[in-house]
């Protein structure tokens, strides 16, 4: 049975409460219950990779969270969700040499989530395999890794379209592989880095919140 899937302007209503729940079924799990909205790399014209992906032949066993270091844009279209996937992949492929972007997925700050590394959607939809992605050395075969448009390590704070969509994103992940919400971490936990920035000390709230959800 195909489930409805969490459109952005669900999740964006929700974030006011104003979700009647009529609008989905079973409206009060909405986050455990439906698929959110990911845009595919087709749907954003995404390049190839350069070699074929790599599947890691297991569920991954945590998420991890990252902050992109772009400009805080107050452009919160999809064109502009779509521009930043292309600017990511861009960075990843031409500037560090990988095959195609190196996260999972992308949050833009107008809340409009974006498949990074090619295959990755399919995957999580299938919910027993990942792709082998290159967020954070020693996790890759270990994590999902989220990105966020955006650069959080000077005090900025997140949209709110784009937290309440990471929430929904993470719930999504957390039940199709079987993840606990305790297990979303920051990049930050396993390297010397200031990602994910002022994300890291959200991420108590994140963890409470995606357990709520579901």
């Not at 209503?13 to 609008?23: D, F, K, P």
């Not at 992940?173 to 000390?201: E, M």
């Amino acid at each position: 049975m195909n489930r409805p899937k969490l459109t952005r302007r669900h999740v964006l209503l929700a974030g006011t409460g104003t979700v009647a729940a009529a609008a989905l079924p079973g409206a009060a799990h909405a986050a455990s219950a439906v698929e959110p909205d990911i845009d595919s790399t087709s749907e954003w014209n995404a390049r190839a990779p350069r070699s074929p992906v790599s599947m890691v032949g297991k569920r991954p066993n945590k998420i991890i969270v990252h902050h992109t270091v772009s400009t805080n844009t107050s452009d919160f279209s999809r064109a502009q969700a779509h521009a930043h996937a292309h600017w990511v992949q861009d960075l990843h492929m031409d500037k560090n040499g990988w095959i195609d972007s190196g996260y999972h997925f992308l949050v833009s700050r107008g809340g409009w989530i974006t498949e990074g590394r090619h295959r990755s959607l399919t995957a999580l939809q299938g919910g027993s395999n990942f792709v082998l992605a290159a967020h954070t050395s020693g996790q890759n075969d270990q994590a999902i890794g989220i990105a966020n448009e955006g650069a959080y390590h000077d005090g900025a704070q997140p949209p709110a379209p784009q937290w309440d969509v990471l929430v929904v994103l993470c719930a999504y992940v957390c039940r199709q592989y079987g993840i606990a919400p305790s297990r979303i971490y920051g990049h930050k936990d396993f390297g010397t880095t200031l990602c994910p920035g002022v994300l890291h000390d959200k991420l108590p709230l994140l963890r409470s919140q995606v357990a709520a959800s579901m």
